[in-house]
């Protein structure tokens, strides 16, 4: 069973991110980059599925230069390789415009399943797996907490708000997970040594066979027409419990139109 | 914030990193309950082993990272500044592994150290007995040659990791010379006669389990003596210069700590109309504590680059440790300071990190004997 991971490098939860001025993008240079979060359930996934059945993991990511240190990141949790898509043409693709670069790219890699995670948490738009899955013609199978493989059967526990379905589909698949599925390891310090010498591709537009015009900002479907800062907290509003606190409360939330 | 570091090369910066992530999200959260419930995190250092911390200092062909002393160091000031008590668990270890690894015959390095360096195992380190502190030649304890084995009797006292080890190194008497009559055993813990007390109720570190062990007539293989009968006392010696390098690092770590929870509070908490930074008074305060704290990094550092160049470094590190836990004590002090009265309540963890400092002063050598090491260097030089 060989397994891609698309492993896509975001920009530090713990730090406060921006656009730039110049082009409504996301600054992925000023701030620090660490691997999505939920991509390191999928890696993880992957590990233990090639522990149980053997086969190979790769890594693909699409980004600019720095997100090497991602991947290798992936690599030193235990990924066999790494395919790197990178060129500054890709720079300000929208989701549509990402999973036809992605598509494409997969294209060049030998796989029987593909898995990601649900969503990324700069953009948490969570089509990607979708659109993947549509333009390659694989079967879907999101929001996976539990995933097993039996041959080219591949069945997931999918997460619902109310428990799960199950659901089944053969190779080739698409596999989206949520946080619930496992734990992800660390990498070990004899991990990152190996990485380094593990195989790592880098495909330009060129390589990957993929159009300029159907990427980046112009080939993007959408794009930010604006944006502005997050407004200041306010203080709050203190309610005091004379006997009607409830009341009041209830009033404030449908002043709010939450209620 | 974290420390600015001068790193040797591209793994040893990745190796930080890591360091600092499982510092982040795997020490630090659970620090002051651990304490607080007197609480060995066995798991968290099994982590840390399968990540590989447990081996750093240590040749690759026996499972080891390979890692300078230089870089291991400032691993174990990361996580000392996450939780002192597990920062001392890779200290101890790793000083546990030494008289095999240095004394050792390559035989018994071969069957040993893999296992030893390879994270699921945790060691300790056995010389003191309640009798026995400073003067550790004076120890009692007995190991009488039988055959093919030798017979283990006494009891050992300040065991870290008393009772939570899986193998112990012992300093035990093979004869009456003071100097020359100590040898070194490598006791596995299921050794029969082995027993571990009850751990001590101390002040602080207290996650970090210290027990005394009584050895009623453990019989352990011959090839579980460490060098020849007579090393013992050289070989303790010589491994308490690397461990004594080790708490300078973590006292180094912990008082960063302080200092960064001093500078933080200082900022915020305002008195007379202005933040308490802005009084000189203070900022003298916490400008004194970081000159101190950079001077102890700096020390140990000096001390861990003699070592990996393979100059002696004895006195060096003594002196680090003289250094770098006296500053942690002061540093830790004016952190309570800073804080007020805040700072003397379990509310804040500063006051923990003064009743941690406390011991550092103490075991591996008082700061007493770190100066009495120094001052006979002194006088044997020309
Ligand atoms: C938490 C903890 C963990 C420990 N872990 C270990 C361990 O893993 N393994 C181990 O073997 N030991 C361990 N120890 C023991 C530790 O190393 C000893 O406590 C230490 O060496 C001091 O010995 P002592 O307590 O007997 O004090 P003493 O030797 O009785 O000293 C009492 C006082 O007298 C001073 N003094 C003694 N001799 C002189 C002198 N010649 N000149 C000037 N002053 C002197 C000392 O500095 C000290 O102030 C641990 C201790 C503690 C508290």
Redesign the interface.
Known sequence: MNIVVCVKQVPDTYEEKKLSDADKTLDRESVEGVMNELDEYAVEEALRLKEAHGGEVTILTMGPEKAVETI?KAL?MGADSAVHVVDPALHGSDALATSYALAKALGTIEHDLVILGVESTDARMSVIPAMLAERTGAAQLSFARKVEVDGSTVKIERQTDTGYDVVEAQTPAIVSVVEKINEPR?????G??AA?KKPLTTLTLADAGIEASNVGLSGSGTSVAEFAARPPKQAGTIVKDEGDGGVKLAEFLASQKII | MPVERVLPSDEACELINLVRELARDELAPHAAAHEERAEFPRETVRLLGRAGLLGLAYPEEYGGGGMPYEVYLQVLEELASAWAAVALAVSVHTLSCYPVAAFGTDEQRKSFLPDMLGGELLGAYSLSEAMSGSDAGSLQARAKRDGDSYVLSGTKAWVTHGGTADYYNVFCRTSDDARGGVSTFLVPADADGLLPQAPERKMGLRSSPTAQIVLDNVRVPADRLIGNEGDGMRIALSALDGGRLGISAIATGLAQSALDAAVAWAKERQQFGQRIADFQGVSFLLADMATGIEAARAGYLAAARRRDTGLPYGPQAAMSKLFATDTAMRVTTDAVQVFGGYGYTTEYPVERYLREAKVMQIFEGTNQIQRLVIGRHLLSLR
Do not use: H, L, Q, V
């Not at chain 1, 660390?186 to 004899?190: D, H, L």
């Open positions: 290798r030193s660390y990498p070990s310090f004899k990152i040594m380094k």
